[in-house]
């Protein structure tokens, strides 16, 4: 069964530090992989997916994640943070034919 | 262009009515989510719409909720009777094509509270 694995609840880090949401997944075949982020009284928001391709994508709002399929990881990945990054960060796999497992999510605080 | 809208964007009802919420997808997107999300938790899915047809029910917690789109396009997630243990943030999500390659576009939900 595919599935999804945030291990950190909460990530903290200084403005301007690079910063790392972690992500793995374990799915059959090639992955399908999301990055959604979700600001306060908001609903979530695109960000990122990997597809095929280069190993490193990049998204909105300067961030990029880098598939790495032997260590079946997608981190979020932003070489300088911002105050305002500072949200609910969710990973998603597609699994069967319509459905989507998130993950149980990362709260990232940005420290200015 | 116009994302996705959901109305209310909050309610407060009292313990044993029926609440309708609606979700108002994105034009020409045929694939339609409803989640529940509680206290800034992970998504629980609910129900699948593609075009009008749910070919999964299966998220829906009780007999109590149900859900219907009608033209293809503006879909109601009805509870009834609700309980204390049904306030959550409701999100809809709605997306292009039956094409997994494509994201998700959410609306801001609706945050029910049941008193």
């Known amino acids: 069964a595919q599935s999804v694995a945030q291990p950190e609840d909460q990530v903290n880090v200084a403005e301007g530090n690079p910063l790392t949401v972690k992500c793995t997944y374990s799915?059959?075949?090639?992955?399908?992989l999301f990055w959604y982020v979700q600001y306060p009284n908001r609903g979530l928001q695109f960000l990122l997916k990997y597809i095929t391709g280069d190993n490193l994508v990049k998204g909105s709002y300067g961030f990029e994640a880098e598939f790495n399929k032997s260590q079946t990881s997608f981190h979020l990945k932003k070489p300088s943070a911002l105050v305002s990054d500072s949200a609910l960060y969710f990973c998603?796999?597609?699994?069967?034919?319509?459905?989507?497992?998130f993950g149980t999510g990362t709260r990232l605080k940005v420290l200015a | 262009g116009a994302g996705v809208s959901q109305s209310p964007s909050n309610k407060v009802t009292e313990k044993g009515k029926d609440v309708e919420l609606r979700c108002d997808p994105i034009?020409?997107?045929?694939?339609l989510y409803w989640y529940r999300q509680s206290l800034g938790q992970g998504l629980e899915f609910l129900i699948y719409?593609?075009?009008?047809?749910?070919?999964?029910k299966s998220g829906l917690p009780s007999d109590r909720f149900s859900a219907e789109r009608t033209g293809g396009s503006v879909s109601t997630l009805t509870i009834q009777r609700t309980q204390q243990e049904d306030s959550a943030v409701y999100l809809c999500?709605?997306?292009?094509?039956?094409?997994?390659?494509?994201?998700?576009?959410f609306g801001d939900g609706t945050r029910l509270s049941i008193l």
């Open positions: 034009s020409g997107h045929t694939a």
């Open positions: 999500a709605s997306r292009e094509r039956q094409a997994f390659n494509q994201p998700q576009h």
């Open positions: 719409f593609q075009g009008n047809s749910a070919p999964d």
């Open positions: 998603a796999v597609p699994t069967g034919t319509y459905k989507y497992i």
């Open positions: 799915v059959s075949g090639n992955p399908y």
